[in-house]
Structure formats: C-alpha cells, structure tokens
C-alpha cells in the first residue's frame, strides 16, 4: 500500500478556489452587463421602433435576450459555486481528503509503533534465548565439574 495517493486535499482545496474564483469573475461580467444594458436602456425609445427593439415580433427582443444571458450567467455561476456546484462539491471533498489523510497518518503511526514493538518483543526474545544459552551452559559446566569431581575421587 502507498503512503501517500495522488489526489490529496491540497488539490480539491485549489479546484474549490478556482471554481469560487470562476463564479465570481461571471458575477463580474453580469454585473458589467446590467451596469451596461441600464445605461442604455431605453435608448431605442418607446414608439413602435423602440418596442421592437426591446421585445421583438414574439417577445424576442433585446429585453428577452437579456434576461436570456442574465439566466445563462446565473446557471455558470450555480455551476460554478452554486449550492448543487463543482466549488462546494469539491469543499465537500477537501473534508473528506483531509479526514482520510488524518486517519491515513494515524495508521502509518500505528503501524510503525507495532512494528517498533515487535522489535522489542524480538529483542527481549533473542535476551531470554541468550539467557537460556548461558544458564545451559553453566549447567552443562557444572555438571562437567561434578563428573570431574567425582573421577577425582
């Protein structure tokens, strides 16, 4: 198993802020638009040439095509950062990165402090088997003295 994954939170944390910085640059444009469009509105006047121009033949005028690009603005921006958006999506997702690379931590550590116990656990081992080793062979030394004692006799 890695360590590490190539996707971590610091990367949806920059898509969250990019998809933020991208809503607000299309809030700008509109903003800029309507600042516009009201400078100019109702330049055209209000006789029949004027209502032409702003609903058109079948309500397709410049006041329709308007509020047209008004709601295409509004859906980049819902798409952007909207509640249902990519900004918040991906916020939601730097939690979840962030919370699975805390526990990701938390079982390297743990890991390592098994593995620390192990050796340990080995080592006191390895002592006993050299402590056993030495008791066998003062035994072995003792009985070899009492055999020799007894050949002495």
């Known amino acids: 198993m ?4 190539a996707f971590k939170s610091g990367h949806a944390g920059k898509i969250q802020d990019q998809m933020v910085d991208l809503a607000d640059e299309v809030e700008a444009v509109k903003v800029e638009m309507e600042s516009v469009f009201k400078e ?3 330049c055209w006047g209000t006789g029949e040439t004027g209502r032409t121009i702003a609903h058109g033949e079948k309500n397709d005028g410049l006041i329709a095509g308007y509020e047209s690009q008004v709601e295409v603005f509004k859906s980049y921006e819902d798409f952007a950062n909207g509640p249902e958006g ?3 999506a991906f916020g939601e997702a730097k ?3 962030i919370a699975m690379e805390e526990h990701n ?3 390297l550590e743990y890991n390592k402090d098994i593995r620390a116990f192990n050796e340990q656990v080995r080592d006191q081992s390895q002592s006993r088997e050299a402590l056993d080793r030495a008791r066998q062979a003062l035994e072995r030394r003792g009985e070899v003295l009492e055999r020799a004692g007894k050949l002495r006799k």
């Open 40 to 42: 100019y509105w109702g």
């Open 2 to 5: 890695a360590d590490t994954f």
């Open 105 to 107: 931590r938390q079982i």
């Open 95 to 97: 939690k979840k990165l």
């Open 86 to 88: 990519f900004g918040p």
